[in-house]
């Protein structure tokens, strides 16, 4: 109402711009990082799902490559905590 009266708003500008910014922007950038979130999640999860597909493959490759995704798969859900956060 207060906005509708004066033409400005006396929630945005005078508490949300100061501390956090537009809250219209906040709150965009809020929902594209959950969905980098959930994005990295199921990268994670596609990336630790080819190991079994691999489990044919055996030799020092095979070690190598099933450590590197794991370790790819485990830092990719780590980042989506970042992200979530």
């Known amino acids: 109402m207060f906005e ?3 033409g ?12 956090a910014g537009d809250w219209r ?3 965009g950038a809020s929902t594209a990082w959950s969905y980098v979130d ?3 999640v199921a990268i994670g999860e596609n990336d630790s799902a080819v190991l079994p ?5 055996t030799g020092d490759g095979s070690e190598a490559c ?3 995704i794991t370790a790819l ?11 979530g956060t």
């Open 53 to 57: 597909a691999l489990s044919e493959w």
């Open 8 to 19: 400005w708003s006396l929630l945005n500008d005078l508490i949300y711009k100061p501390f």
């Open 25 to 27: 922007v906040v709150d």
């Open 73 to 83: 798969s485990g830092a990719t859900i780590a980042l989506s905590y970042a992200a």
């Open 4 to 6: 509708q009266l004066f």
């Open 38 to 40: 959930k994005a990295l």
């Open 66 to 68: 099933n450590a590197f």
